[in-house]
């Protein structure tokens, strides 16, 4: 039996992973892939499935809602798209401002830790740590 199934082409897989009963389902929504599981254990079910799933992820798309995501990074960029709309319409609160501000700074300082923390002598990361 075949366990790779292109349901729509170049937009839904299905397909069964070696060590599951179970049918995963990858889909691309604006040109990244996503995979979980459909929780089937027929074909035929597992493709009604993930066409549900497959409209369920271009609706949350439709509506700014993070699909189905991992990363703390993809959700906070939502959320941050969202504060600076009611901002730039003068319908946020007040202290938007600074959670803009402070989530710049949470992702500026996280991406220079993981860029650059190798080359950083351990004392100074120490003492870093412990002012955060």
């Known amino acids: 039996m ?35 599981s459909t929780n089937e254990y027929t074909l035929d079910s597992a493709i009604q499935s993930a066409n549900m799933i497959l409209i369920e992820a271009h609706v949350r798309d439709k509506l700014n809602i993070a699909p189905v995501s991992k990363k703390f990074k993809d959700v906070a960029k939502l959320a941050m798209q969202r504060i600076e709309n009611e901002i730039a319409q003068n319908e946020g609160k007040a202290i938007y401002k600074d959670y803009v501000l402070v989530n710049a700074g949470f992702f500026a ?14 004392c100074l990361i120490c003492k870093l740590n412990q002012k955060r």
Not at 9 to 31: E, P, T
Not at 110 to 122: A, E, M, Q, S
């Open 2 to 36: 075949e366990t790779t199934h292109e349901v729509i082409k170049h937009k839904l897989i299905v397909f069964k992973r070696a060590n599951s009963d179970k049918w995963q389902c990858r889909y691309r929504i604006k040109d990244e892939w996503i995979r979980c």
């Open 109 to 122: 300082l996280n991406y220079f830790f993981v860029r650059y923390g190798d080359f950083l002598p351990r």
